[in-house]
């Protein structure tokens, strides 16, 4: 049992639109009847005969604008299609098919060129009936390419908004693993200080969780959060790693929350070495409609065994970039045996 086609709101407004195209067309030539003539009489006449002219393309092109159309032409059943059209046409014009009587046809004496005239006539009005018909198709191809558009495009950005949340569900397990992995250690240490981080470390999870369910979020509240970070972060350092930060930024600026803590908690991860020196140097500054941040850190890759931060958090930056502000970032990095850099220049 098949179900009725639901008729929406913007289905009844598009009706209206071509019966109201059509209702100029076919009042435009009376009114200018009247206007000129200023008779009623002839006003009727010139209705009749436009009506009589126009009768057969209006009837053609709403038959295949809502029926001939969706169900044959766009269904590939193109000889079902075409014998429809000519069907219509022949029942709609079928005065001009017949033969009134043999006497009247054998009284009509006309000259050739008036014969001419009469072929071209018919074939004139065959040929508008058909870029009528051309026309309700054209239309009504517009309109379904346009809804297929629309419904691409919806589908698009719920991707989009899906994966922009799987990216960023990834993001607070990661960095929580390893700054839980760092307060255990330091709980063996100093346990007031381990308190301390911990109360550092609810204030981070209070804000990933509670701030950063938005698309946009203020770009200070990400100013401390990074801070914060970095302070836990530093717990796994001994003195002989330097770590330094530059935060320069506008309060009213909006960004996309955790945007760079991947990139932080790489710089952590391969930069630091206990035995080594080693350096992290972090900065967010804004100039203009740019927000520019830099990480440099020393560099100290992991071995094949070790697969902690393989790359995870700088794939997922990018991807979150490239989602979030397509067309409107820059990318740098480079790497070397000491050093490994990455700056991330955002139009915002």
């Known amino acids: 049992m098949h179900m ?38 002839y006003t009727l006449t010139t209705a009749v005969v436009v009506w009589g002219i126009l009768r057969s393309p209006f009837v053609l092109y709403f038959l ?29 014009n079928y005065e001009f098919f017949l033969i009134r009587n043999s ?34 198709i054209g239309i009504r191809h517009f309109l379904n390419v346009r809804k297929i558009k629309k419904q691409l495009d919806e589908e698009r950005q719920k991707n989009t908004e899906a994966e922009l949340a799987w990216l960023k569900s990834q993001i607070n397990p990661h960095f929580l693993f390893n700054t839980l992995n760092n307060i ?39 100013v401390e959060f990074m801070t914060n970070y970095v ?61 520019s941040f830099v990480c440099e850190n020393s560099n100290y890759p992991k071995d094949d065994k070790d697969r902690s931060g393989s790359g995870i958090g700088l794939e997922n930056t990018r991807r979150r970039l490239e989602l979030m502000y397509q067309g409107r970032y820059e990318w740098e990095q480079s790497e070397n045996e000491k050093t490994f850099y990455v700056k991330i220049s955002v139009r915002i």
């Open 184 to 222: 255990s250690s330091l709980t063996q240490i100093d346990p007031d200080a381990a308190q301390d981080a911990i109360a550092q470390l609810s204030d981070l999870l209070r804000y990933a969780i509670y701030e950063t369910n938005k698309a946009l979020v203020p770009i200070n509240g990400e």
């Open 231 to 291: 302070e836990l972060m530093k717990l796994r350092c001994n003195e002989k790693t330097k770590v330094t930060t530059y935060f320069d930024v506008q309060q009213n600026v909006m960004v996309a929350p955790l945007l760079f803590i991947s990139l932080i908690e790489n710089a952590f991860k391969h930069g630091v070495s206990s035995s080594k020196m080693s350096h992290i140097n972090i900065s967010l500054v804004q100039e203009g409609e740019v927000l």
């Open 103 to 136: 006497t009247e046809a054998h009284e009509i004496h006309m000259p050739d060129n008036a014969w001419i005239g009469f072929f071209a006539g018919i074939f004139s009005y065959l040929l508008l009936n058909f870029i009528i018909i051309a026309t309700a």
């Open 64 to 92: 295949n604008f809502y029926l001939f159309g969706p169900y044959l032409f766009f269904k590939r059943r193109f000889k079902s299609f075409v014998l429809a059209n000519l069907a219509t046409l022949g029942a709609l």
């Open 4 to 41: 009725m086609t639901k008729i929406t709101k913007k289905d009844i407004i598009l009706l209206v639109i071509q019966l109201t195209v059509w209702g100029v067309v076919l009042s435009l030539p009376p009114i200018t009847s009247y206007a000129i003539t200023g008779s009623v009489e």
